[in-house]
C-alpha cells in the first residue's frame, strides 16, 4: 500500500492505470476510509471563499494535518451514499460571505452555495474536511445537498 498526499500523488496516471484509490481521515490514530476515488463521481471544483478545512501536504514526510488557509480545490459529491464513511456537524457561525462555484462552460459562471454542514471524519469527529450546502435558489431539501470533500484534507491510498 502506498499513501500519498494530494500534492504528492498523480491521480489521473493512477486512474488511467486502473488504480483503486482510496480517500481517507488524514489523522494519524484514524485513517478512516472516506470515499473511494472515481473521477467520475468527484468532480473537480475550484471554490472561492469557502470554509478553512484541515490541510495535510508532503505526506508521508510530515504525519500531522494542520489547519488550512487556502482550501479551493474540492470534489463535488451530489449523493451521500457515495461516502463510506461521513460525518457532518452545524458551522459555529454561519458564513456570510457567499461561497462560489467556478462552472468552467463556454462562459465561466459562479453559483453561490448556501452551506448548511461541514464535513468531519465519522470516526474521529475531527476535520473540517469540507462542507455540505444547497446551491442558492434551490429549495432547502435534504434531496438538494452537496457536498465538497476538501481534495488537501484526505490521504490517498492505493496498492
Ligand atoms: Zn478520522
Known amino acids: 500500500m502506498t499513501v500519498l498526499s494530494s500534492d504528492e500523488i498523480n491521480l489521473d496516471q493512477l486512474s488511467s492505470q486502473y488504480k483503486k484509490i ?4 488524514p489523522f494519524p490514530n484514524c485513517n478512516t476510509k472516506i470515499i473511494q476515488y472515481s473521477s467520475t463521481k468527484l ?3 475550484d471554490i472561492e471563499n469557502a470554509p478553512k478545512c484541515i490541510g495535510i501536504q508532503n505526506y508521508p514526510q ?3 494535518p494542520k489547519l ?3 482550501t479551493s480545490k474540492f470534489y463535488q459529491i451530489n449523493d451521500v451514499w457515495e461516502f463510506d464513511n461521513i460525518g457532518v456537524s452545524r458551522p ?3 458564513q456570510k460571505e457567499p461561497i462560489l462555484l467556478k462552472v468552467d462552460g463556454e462562459e465561466e459562471e459562479e453559483i453561490q452555495i448556501n452551506i448548511e454542514r461541514l ?10 474536511l469540507g462542507f455540505a450546502g444547497i446551491e442558492y435558489g434551490k429549495d432547502n431539501d435534504h434531496k438538494n445537498l ?3 470533500l476538501s481534495q488537501n484534507s484526505v490521504l490517498y491510498e492505493y496498492e
Do not use: A, V
Request: charged share 30%; with cysteine; proline share 0%.
Open 22 to 25: 482510496i480517500l481517507k481521515c
Open 43 to 45: 468532480k473537480s471544483q
Open 62 to 64: 510530515i504525519k500531522e
Open 68 to 70: 488550512s488557509t487556502s
Open 92 to 94: 459555529t457561525e454561519i
Open 119 to 128: 464535513l468531519i471524519c465519522s470516526e474521529c469527529d475531527r476535520g473540517s
Open 146 to 148: 452537496n457536498y465538497f
